[in-house]
């Protein structure tokens, strides 16, 4: 029987099988704990990898300049606390060395759920109800669950603003993801997400599928987004997400020099009132930004003069009324087009 345990113990060290995570209430992030989160600027070619168990996945394309930094803090040292009196954790999320929101949890022994958000200088955005991130304890087989963001906005005169993103959740994995900023174990998701839009001049519906590696404490280390295929589980281009974790930011090795002109998504979007557009420039050059509507009108026209590398150009939206949009950089003797939404 001894020697039963001891081969055993033998050939699961020599084939790197790990135990698989659980991830409960006690063991998401403290106050002052910090994480800073890397996107890819541009659609690339992505590879998601097998699901199952005691996989290895590994993401090679993760060589991108720093953008946001995330904080977790006291829910009553914010200054949105009255908003969401319920908040057991809060997150606040600065963008270029500027703090642009903050998002509000509730963390009890079943699950943790988001209450809503607060932009920085405008209303927060409390939902009708608390939406189901994760549920506790988790891991792999687990049933599927659906997470439902809702807000109702009263306008008066009988008028109402109805927004939906829910998200249906599958627990499809476990093993181990690496990347440039380090190895994590993980339980993987395959996501199924629908938003839409209702006011009562305007109607939006979208849909995406992802996925999403989660370490012990809850945490997104990687979010790999479909964006030319919305519904195929095999998408093959899309957008990355890299977290690295700890109390400072970990800035990752540096890609190759940029040799053509490229543009990415920008973010954040949905958007409210400002986003910013990334792209890549070959050399100093003139850049020009034109954004059209749905309709296909120009609304805003601007021209810049920017040195060769990755560059960023604001986009504000505030006199401009909840829709989608359409953003053209033009550069290099070629132009590329990004679709926005604004959403009020």
């Known amino acids: 029987m001894f020697k039963s345990y001891v081969l ?7 084939f790197g099988a790990f135990a698989q995570i659980t991830i409960t209430s006690s063991e998401l992030p403290q106050i002052g704990f910090t994480c800073t989160i890397y996107d890819s600027p541009f659609e690339i070619a992505v590879d998601h990898g097998p699901s199952g168990a005691n996989q290895v996945w590994t993401i090679t394309n993760t060589s991108w ?12 040292s914010t200054p949105y606390a009255a908003s969401f009196p319920t908040a057991t954790h809060s997150i606040r999320y600065t963008y270029l060395d500027t703090i642009q929101m903050y998002d509000y949890l509730r963390v009890i022994t079943n699950g943790s ?34 997470s439902v963001g809702r807000m109702t906005v009263d306008l008066g005169d009988g008028d109402f603003i109805f927004y939906v993103d829910s998200t249906i959740h599958t627990l499809d994995g476990w093993g181990t993801v690496n990347t440039s900023l380090g190895s994590s174990q993980v339980l993987r998701m395959f996501n199924q ?15 995406f599928v992802s996925y999403s590696w989660i370490n012990s404490q809850g945490i997104e280390v990687v979010r790999m987004v479909s964006q030319q295929d919305t519904t195929n589980p095999s998408f093959t281009i899309g957008t990355i997400r890299v ?7 970990v800035e ?11 543009i990415g998504q920008n973010y954040p979007n949905p958007f409210n009132p400002s986003t910013t557009i990334p792209f890549d420039l070959s050399h100093e050059s003139q850049v020009k930004l034109d954004v059209y509507d749905e309709l296909g009108r120009l609304i805003s026209s601007s021209e810049f003069t920017l040195p060769t590398g990755s560059q960023r150009v604001n986009v504000d939206g505030s006199q401009w009324a909840s829709g989608n949009y359409f953003a053209r950089v033009s550069a290099e003797g070629q132009s590329q087009t990004v679709k926005m939404q604004l959403v009020k």
């Open 8 to 14: 055993m113990a033998f050939l699961l060290f020599a």
């Open 65 to 76: 300049p720093y953008v946001s930094l995330l904080t977790w803090v006291s829910p009553s």
């Open 252 to 262: 990752p090795a540096r890609g190759p020099v940029v040799r053509n002109f490229a």
């Open 193 to 207: 997400n629908w938003n839409s839009w209702d006011d009562p001049n305007y109607h939006y519906s979208s849909q």
């Open 243 to 249: 977290t690295g974790l700890g109390t400072s930011a």
């Open 113 to 146: 759920f988001s209450l809503g958000y607060a932009p920085v200088g405008y209303d927060p955005t409390v939902y009708d109800s608390p939406e189901l991130m994760l549920p506790f304890p988790l891991s792999y087989p687990h049933a599927n669950w659906t």
